[in-house]
């Protein structure tokens, strides 16, 4: 089965908010984490990553945190714009060099 | 620099003919994958190629499923006698090795079979 999955499969935000989406995993081996957003017609884009061995990492306009005790991720996004509306996926490594994608957070910017 | 280039970049074929999709890679990226997704799907692990080391067919769904990757740059994905269940876009990555850096991906080929 999918040992990654995303608590919500669509997210409605307004423009400027923040937007947080979560993820779940299962595998408690898994050491590697990656964000990535996928606009319509194109490849999943690098966001934002983590290693195990850190809770939170900072980038532009983005944060991801990682909770290891109850294996969960989740992204922010601050001040949410337009362009953000996308598809996000987490994944994560378990070990070995396959990444386990879940289903993806379909997030929608509201004007 | 260039990114992953992936060719054609849309694919309609009739049910039973034999496709090919290439896969042009990031330069000097040795970890090579192959993921498929289908329509509104997360993404399903194919197979990977690292360096000269023998590839990881592991998710290849069917022995109508092949693929090559020529002096450790270039890969083809084939899939013979296409079904209608192949149609999905087939997603190309790179990365420079096994796992613990990111992915970065292709736009993809979107294979119609009719």
């Known amino acids: 089965g999918e040992s990654v999955g995303l608590h919500l499969p669509t997210l409605s935000v307004q423009e400027g908010d923040n937007s947080i989406i979560n993820c779940a995993y299962s595998n408690s081996a898994s050491d590697y984490f990656i964000w990535y957003k996928q606009e319509s017609g194109k490849g999943p884009q690098f966001i934002i990553d983590i290693r195990s061995n850190m809770d939170k990492r900072q980038g532009q306009r983005v944060t991801v945190l990682l909770n290891k005790t109850v294996k969960h991720l989740s992204l922010q996004i601050a001040a949410t714009q337009p362009g953000d509306s996308a598809v996000y996926f987490c994944?994560?490594?378990?070990?070995?060099?396959?990444?386990?994608f879940g289903a993806g957070t379909t997030v929608t910017v509201r004007a | 620099g260039a990114g992953v280039s992936q060719s054609p970049s849309n694919k309609v074929t009739e049910k039973g003919k034999d496709v090919e999709l290439r896969c042009d890679p990031i330069s000097g990226h040795t970890a090579l994958y192959w993921y498929r997704q289908s329509l509104g799907q997360g993404l399903e692990f194919l197979i990977y190629?690292?360096?000269?080391?023998?590839?990881?067919k592991s998710g290849l769904p069917s022995d109508r499923f092949s693929a090559e990757r020529t002096g450790g740059s270039v890969s083809t994905l084939t899939i013979q006698r296409t079904q209608q269940e192949d149609s999905a876009v087939y997603l190309c990555a790179s990365s420079f090795d096994r796992g613990n850096s990111p992915l970065h991906f292709g736009n993809g080929t979107r294979l119609t079979v009719t």
């Open positions: 190629f690292q360096g000269n080391s023998a590839p990881d």
């Open positions: 994944a994560e490594n378990t070990g070995d060099y396959k990444l386990s």
